[in-house]
């Protein structure tokens, strides 16, 4: 049984950059079936697609956030990670780390989320 | 960008059948997945492929996908159904969407 385990700081600063890390257990993140993905949601809201990684390397990310985001993965530790730059209020949420299946781009196993917090 | 339209709320009576849409421009010809997430807790697919389900999950979840309309059926409603369900598809432009959200309420 595969699992995601978010980690990472609960509380950021405005302007500061958000940084998480997704540890896989139960699998290889190596596998070329899959991506690896960040979904974020704010509290009462919906669910927001951050952006993906393949283990070539190869990311994708949503064009709302394309600028401030960086997705890198680190095959020896089974692990990929997250680095949301100019971080402000509007980026407060649970952050998911989730495994997506790369023929149908669906989700099949999330993290169970960590809420970050940016404020001063 | 590719926007999904899901309605806020949908009530059922236990036993009865639960409709929830997903509405898109010419989804039907998208593959539309569809998430369980109830509070405090990440989501669990339910749907994959328009109308596949998981192992695990019951098959009083189906789902179906024509026109501009997916729909999430539930059949025989229970009290644990009870939740928020999202639609999610792929889109050459918008990549990843996700619905807004639909909170089932179970009366």
């Known amino acids: 049984q595969v699992q995601l385990q978010e980690s990472g700081p609960g509380l950021v600063k405005p302007s500061q950059t958000l940084s998480l890390t997704c540890t896989v257990s139960?699998?290889?993140?190596?596998?070329?079936?899959?991506?690896w993905s960040w979904i974020r949601q704010p509290a009462g809201k919906g669910l927001e697609w951050i952006g993906r990684?393949?283990?070539?390397?190869?990311?994708n990310y949503n064009p709302s956030l394309k600028s401030r985001v960086t997705i890198s993965v680190d095959t020896s530790k089974n692990q990929f990670s997250l680095k949301l730059s100019s971080v402000t209020a509007a980026d407060t949420a649970v952050y998911y780390c989730?495994?997506?299946?790369?023929?149908?781009?669906?989700?099949?196993?999330w993290g169970q989320g960590t809420l970050v917090t940016v404020s001063s | 960008s590719y926007v999904l339209t899901q309605p806020p709320s949908v009530s059922v009576a236990p036993g009865k059948t639960a409709r929830i849409t997903c509405g898109g421009n010419?989804?039907?010809?998208?593959?539309v997945h569809w998430y369980q997430q109830k509070p405090g807790q990440a989501p669990v697919l339910v749907i994959y492929?328009?109308?596949d389900r998981p192992s695990g999950i019951p098959e009083r979840f189906s789902g179906s996908n024509s026109g501009n309309t997916a729909t999430l059926t539930i059949s025989r409603v229970e009290a644990g159904d009870e939740a928020d369900y999202y639609c999610?598809?792929?889109?050459?432009?918008?990549?990843?969407?996700f619905g807004g959200g639909t909170k089932l309420t179970v009366l």
């Open positions: 989730a495994r997506g299946l790369a023929a149908g781009l669906y989700f099949d196993y």
């Open positions: 139960g699998g290889s993140i190596s596998s070329g079936s899959y991506y």
């Open positions: 990684i393949y283990t070539s390397g190869s990311t």
């Open positions: 010419n989804i039907g010809s998208k593959s």
């Open positions: 492929y328009d109308s």
């Open positions: 999610q598809v792929w889109d050459s432009s918008s990549d990843q969407v």
